[in-house]
């Protein structure tokens, strides 16, 4: 069964620093990944996706992702955080068989809190 | 947000009462999802569809039945709400396999 693992629960960062989220995930096919974003009170909005090719990802809002197949990981980055980015951000899991696995399976998200 | 709805936005209903669910799409995906988010927990899979009529478990389907006549809508109920079904519901809609999930705002329960 596929998994992700969110090892920051919590990460604090200052406006303009860069910023590393971590995503590890356990799949044993080729995986479609992704990060979504939650303001509070909101739904989630989907910041990026990989599902082959370059293993560099660009997203909305000045993220991107890289995938790592060797080290089973998909980090978010974004080179300066902004005050608007305090949110939580989740990394997901689906899989590329077919049958009835359409299943997208998610970490339990990262809060980021941006101090001026 | 990608022509979802969830209806009610928010609901407050006692111990052992029936509750459903509502999620309206106007995109004609194919695919829909009902999620579960509480706090520490992320997002759990409850239930969900992959066709008309067809529809499968997801991790956290205790308690919880779906319905899916038309495209359109997909309905969860709790057959008999307890407290720990306290929670906020999201709906979710798929194109394709290969699609990302499209999300909707969201139904806050309390369950009393």
């Known amino acids: 069964a596929q998994s992700v693992t969110q090892p920051d629960i919590h990460i604090t960062v200052s406006e303009g620093a860069s910023l590393e989220l971590r995503c590890n995930y356990s799949?044993?096919?080729?995986?479609?990944l992704f990060w979504y974003v939650q303001s509070p009170g909101q739904g989630l909005q989907l910041l990026l996706k990989?599902?082959?090719?370059?293993?560099l990802v660009q997203g909305i809002k000045g993220f991107e992702a890289e995938f790592k197949r060797s080290q089973s990981s998909f980090n978010l980055r974004k080179p300066s955080v902004h005050w608007s980015d305090a949110a939580e951000y989740f990394c997901?899991?689906?899989?590329?068989?077919?049958?009835?696995?359409?299943?997208?399976?998610f970490g339990k998200g990262t809060l980021l809190t941006v101090n001026p | 947000d990608a022509g979802i709805t969830q209806s009610p936005r928010h609901k407050v209903t006692e111990t052992g009462t029936p509750v459903t669910l509502r999620c309206h799409q106007t995109?004609?995906?194919?695919?829909m999802y009902w999620y579960r988010q509480d706090p520490g927990h992320g997002l759990r899979l409850i239930h969900y569809?992959?066709?008309?009529?067809?529809?499968d478990k997801g991790e956290v389907s205790d308690g919880y039945s779906v319905s899916r006549s038309k495209t359109e809508d997909f309905l969860l109920t709790l057959e008999s709400a307890t407290s720990s079904q306290t929670s906020v519901y999201f709906c979710?809609?798929?194109?394709?396999?290969?699609?990302?999930?499209?999300f909707g705002n969201g139904t806050r329960l309390t369950v009393t």
């Open positions: 997901a899991v689906g899989a590329e068989s077919g049958g009835s696995n359409y299943k997208l399976t």
């Open positions: 995109e004609n995906h194919r695919y």
């Open positions: 569809s992959y066709g008309v009529k067809d529809t």
């Open positions: 979710a809609i798929r194109q394709s396999q290969t699609s990302p999930l499209h």
């Open positions: 990989y599902f082959s090719g370059d293993t």
């Open positions: 799949y044993g096919a080729t995986p479609y």
